[in-house]
């Protein structure tokens, strides 16, 4: 009798900027089956964005209480708001036999290695750097000093990349998100 295969985390991370929300959109519009965790945040919500569904919106109060009280699976500070991984949601769905995907920065992908060892990390690196420039400075909802910031910051997440199991180059939206159902082993 064959062992019961168990999906693993799936992990990814990358420089801001580089498209990972884009790349995770376009593989639940088409595997909605895969569970993307969704993260608690500090900060405001940008138009079009709702409470529950991109992010839980939460005070500095709130998001102190997770912490202290461990119920965050990683968190991180970055352009100076909060993000965090609500731990139970996540050990649910895996202990459910359900593919969990968790779509956050470098210093969280590395506390979720730590705690989860047997987690897959994977890597979404921009086809050049002035193409990550470009996005980051087209957005237009960011002031300059918050812009240089992402830059200053997204050079500091590419020298990391050795430390993902496995790189893609996000070059193409489509492309990009097969190669991660690929890896996730989604049928």
């Known amino acids: 009798m064959a062992a019961e295969v168990r999906p693993r985390l799936t992990v990814l991370s990358g420089p801001s900027g580089v498209g ?8 639940r519009k088409v595997h909605p089956e895969v569970w993307l ?3 608690a945040t500090t900060r405001k919500p940008r138009p079009g964005e709702r409470h ?3 992010y839980f919106f939460v005070t500095d109060d709130e ?6 009280n461990g119920e965050l699976l990683e968190w991180a500070e970055f352009a100076g708001n909060r993000y965090g991984t609500p731990r139970q949601a996540v050990l649910d769905r895996l202990g459910a036999g359900e593919p969990v995907l968790l779509e956050i920065d470098l210093q969280g992908a590395r506390q979720v290695k730590e705690s989860m060892p047997d987690s897959r990390l994977i890597f979404l690196a921009p086809p050049s750097w002035d193409e990550l420039v470009r996005r980051l400075t087209g957005r237009g909802t960011e002031s300059p000093e918050v812009i240089e910031r992402r830059l200053a910051a997204a050079k500091v997440e590419l020298a990391a990349e050795s430390e993902f199991d496995t ?6 939206v489509e492309d990009v ?3 991660l ?5 989604v049928a």
């Open 177 to 179: 998100a097969r190669e």
């Open 52 to 54: 529950g569904v991109q």
């Open 181 to 185: 159902l690929a890896l996730m082993a």
């Open 167 to 172: 790189t893609l180059v996000n070059t193409s």
């Open 63 to 68: 998001f102190d209480k997770l912490v202290a």
């Open 37 to 39: 965790s969704v993260s």
């Open 20 to 27: 990972k929300s884009t790349v995770v959109a376009h593989m």
